[in-house]
């Protein structure tokens, strides 16, 4: 199957900057990519929709303004934490459909995010 | 967007006995489905989907799902559980490419 990488795997940071997790697809090109955020035990809820060339789209709730998310080519998206704080903390997950937005996604492993 | 409920927040079997978890989705009209399962610090795993035609899907590790579209079911079964499908288990649905997942079933299976 299709392979999505995330980097970096963890990350630990000091309260106040900024981190940058990538997500690229290895083997195939992905017009749409999707940001999820997990917290311990519980699912995945969706953050925002990567869209190649031009902006995100958000869920409601998720601020804009604190994860600038980049989708600057076919294989890569960006999500950068701004100012991160100790609530950021979490596991971010990104995925990409191969094929076309409604087929199957194929799931990065996940970065960690700690903020201290 | 829909919204996905998983009925059985934890569920506790021993090893051969048979699983079924539940998933529901919340309205109608062409969905594709999915049930992925989470290892112990691994990533999401994609067990099976369902697109279209045959409801009952196989997927991999001896997992089936049937998709009852009169019922917003799909629910996942396995006739015998083993050890190691000690995991996390979602179920997830794509809705006009919307995808939202169940908030999961931790499924514990006893030596």
């Known amino acids: 199957g299709a392979v999505v990488s995330q980097h970096p795997s963890w990350v630990i940071c000091k309260s106040g900057t900024s981190v940058k997790i990538e997500c690229r697809s290895l083997?195939?090109?992905?017009?749409?990519m999707f940001w999820y955020r997990q917290f311990p035990k519980q699912s995945l809820m969706l953050m925002a929709t990567?869209?190649?060339?031009?902006?995100?789209?958000?869920e409601q709730g998720v601020e804009k303004d604190k994860f600038l998310i980049n989708h600057a080519s076919l294989t890569l998206s960006t999500l950068t934490v701004t100012s991160a704080h100790p609530e950021d903390s979490s596991f971010y997950i990104c995925?990409?459909?191969?094929?076309?937005?409604?087929?199957?996604?194929?799931f990065g492993p996940g970065t960690r995010l700690t903020v201290l | 967007a829909q919204s996905v409920s998983q009925h059985n927040h934890h569920v506790i079997l021993s090893e051969a006995a048979s699983l079924e978890l539940g998933c529901n989705y919340s309205?109608?009209?062409?969905?594709?489905l999915f049930w992925y399962v989470q290892y112990p610090g691994q990533h999401l795993q994609l067990l099976l989907k369902?697109?279209?035609?045959?409801?009952l899907v196989k997927g991999i590790k001896g997992f089936e799902a049937e998709f009852i579209k009169s019922k917003f079911s799909f629910n996942l079964r396995k006739p015998s559980v083993q050890w190691s499908d000690t995991a996390e288990y979602f179920c997830?649905?794509?809705?006009?490419?919307?995808?939202?997942f169940g908030a999961g079933t931790r499924l514990t299976v006893k030596p």
């Open positions: 369902y697109f279209s035609g045959d409801p």
């Open positions: 309205y109608g009209g062409t969905v594709n």
């Open positions: 995925s990409a459909p191969e094929g076309g937005p409604n087929n199957e996604q194929f």
């Open positions: 990567s869209n190649e060339g031009s902006k995100a789209t958000y």
């Open positions: 997830a649905v794509m809705d006009n490419n919307d995808m939202r």
């Open positions: 083997d195939f090109q992905a017009t749409t």
